[in-house]
C-alpha cells in the first residue's frame, strides 16, 4: 500500500473491538514510529505512555470520566493506548543529553562538528525559552509533529487509531506522576482494531477542496 492510499484511507475510529490485539511486531513498531518522528532541531522533548494492560489503560481512561466520558471506552477497548507527553520546560541538561546521544549514534566527523550542532539547537531553545518565552508552545508542537506521523504510520501498518484532546491533562498528570517529571500530556491516542459500531469506517472523507486550500505558484 502506498503512502497516498494510507492517507484516504485512515479515519478517525469512534469504536474499537476490545478482542483484537496488536501483535508483538505491531508493537514494537509503533514504538520506533514514536522513536523516530521528526522535532525541530532534533529536540525530542517529548515522552509517550504505552498502556497495553487492562490495568494500564484503566490508568489512562481515569482522565476520560465526567465531561470527556465519551472517550471513555476508546481507551478500554483499544489494544494499546498511547499518551503523548510535552517537556513543561527546555532545560540544558535535555539539549546536552541530545547532542550527545547524536554523537554516540555517530553523527559528528569532528569535535566542531558537534559543538556547531548544539550551538544552533541552543540557538533555537534560546529564541523560545528567552526571546520569545512561549518554549512550552513550541515543545508542544513537535509532540503534534510526533502525532501526525503517528497516525499515518500506524495506517500503513493497517491498524486504527484516533487522537484525542477530550481528556482531563490534570488528572492523567497526576496519575502518571508527569509534573515531577517535566512533562505534561497533551494528546491520547488509542491504536487497534475498529468494530462493527464504528460508523466512521463506512463514511466518505471530507475536505476542503484543493483550490481552497492549496495555492500554486
Known amino acids: 500500500m502506498d503512502i497516498i492510499s494510507v492517507a484516504l484511507k485512515r479515519h478517525s475510529t469512534k469504536a474499537f473491538d476490545p478482542t483484537k490485539k496488536l501483535t508483538a511486531e505491531q508493537a514494537e513498531k509503533i514504538k520506533t514510529l514514536l522513536q523516530f518522528s521528526p522535532s525541530s532541531t532534533n529536540s525530542q522533548p517529548w515522552h509517550f505512555i504505552v498502556a497495553s494492560t487492562e490495568a494500564g489503560k484503566a490508568r489512562v481512561a481515569k482522565s476520560a470520566a465526567g465531561g470527556f466520558v465519551f472517550n471513555e471506552r476508546k481507551m478500554l477497548d483499544a489494544s494499546h493506548v498511547v499518551v503523548f ?32 550542532n548544539h550551538k ?22 513537535q509532540v503534534y509533529l510526533n502525532v501526525g506521523n503517528f497516525l499515518l504510520g500506524v495506517g500503513a501498518l493497517g491498524l486504527d ?13 497526576a496519575e502518571f506522576g508527569l509534573t515531577e517529571q517535566g512533562f505534561t500530556s497533551v494528546v491520547v491516542v488509542p491504536v487497534g482494531h475498529h468494530s462493527v459500531e464504528d460508523f466512521n469506517a463506512a463514511l466518505p472523507k471530507s475536505r476542503l477542496p484543493l483550490s481552497t486550500v492549496v495555492t500554486e505558484c
Open 85 to 116: 507527553c510535552a517537556k513543561t520546560a527546555m532545560d540544558d541538561a535535555w539539549l546536552e543529553r541530545v547532542v550527545d546521544q547524536e554523537e554516540a549514534d555517530g553523527r559528528f566527523a569532528t569535535p566542531e562538528a558537534k559543538a556547531a
Open 161 to 173: 487509531a484516533v487522537p484525542i484532546e477530550g481528556f482531563d491533562a490534570a488528572v492523567l498528570d
Open 120 to 141: 544552533g539547537r541552543t540557538f533555537f531553545a534560546d529564541m523560545h525559552r528567552v526571546a520569545l518565552q512561549d518554549d512550552h508552545h513550541w515543545m508542544a508542537k
